[in-house]
């Protein structure tokens, strides 16, 4: 059994045998971000929310965790509201037809003393296909404020949004989405 080098001895002495938690997002201090390039000139960058779902981890045995997430995807903010109109009709996200965009893990395989993989199902636009996320587990711990169980994750991804039917003017606009993932999540 691998451990991480992060996890506090509290977390592991509380208890004699370690047991899955479930973890609600902090919605305020998780989000996702994803970058696709822009005619060459650049990586325009979106944010989304989380809207919905929870992490369920054992910190002794990270590799048993899995994750489910529905993300708003009415809540990409590309900075300029024009803009957003644009991405929301049919071409692009149809947000009319598919408002949640969600990732399901499947396996989780660790990759060093703090960082693993995270295979999964993402569906984008009615269409699942799998994706792994590179993660790395940054802290698990006491939350200095609630008191209660917390992890901390940052992870990165990437895909093919032609894969998902989102193939506007492929190739000018890039295919390869660039996903960056933020995430807090407190137990209890």
Do not use: C
């Amino acid at each position: 059994m691998r451990k991480f080098a992060l996890i506090p001895m509290v977390l592991l002495s509380t208890s004699a045998v370690a047991e899955p938690l479930t973890y609600a997002f902090d919605k305020a201090h998780s989000q996702i971000h994803a970058s696709v390039n822009h005619l060459g000139f650049s990586n325009s960058t979106a944010r989304f929310l989380i809207k919905d779902g929870s992490l369920t981890l054992d910190v002794a045995e990270p590799t048993s965790g899995k994750v489910d997430v529905t993300i708003d995807a009415n809540s990409m903010d590309f900075g300029d509201a024009k803009w957003k109109e644009h991405l929301s009709t049919d071409k692009w996200f149809n947000l009319a037809a598919f408002p949640d965009i969600r990732f399901v893990s499947t396996k989780v395989t660790s990759t060093g003393n703090d960082t693993m993989s995270i295979e999964g199902n993402l569906t984008l636009l009615g269409v699942t296909k799998p994706v792994t996320l590179n993660a790395r587990l940054n802290k698990a711990g006491e939350h200095p404020f609630s008191k209660k169980p917390a992890v901390g994750f940052s992870a990165t991804a990437n895909f093919k949004r032609s894969e998902f039917g989102m193939d506007a003017y492929v190739p000018n606009v890039g295919d390869e989405v660039s996903l960056r993932i933020e995430i807090e999540a407190s137990a209890g």
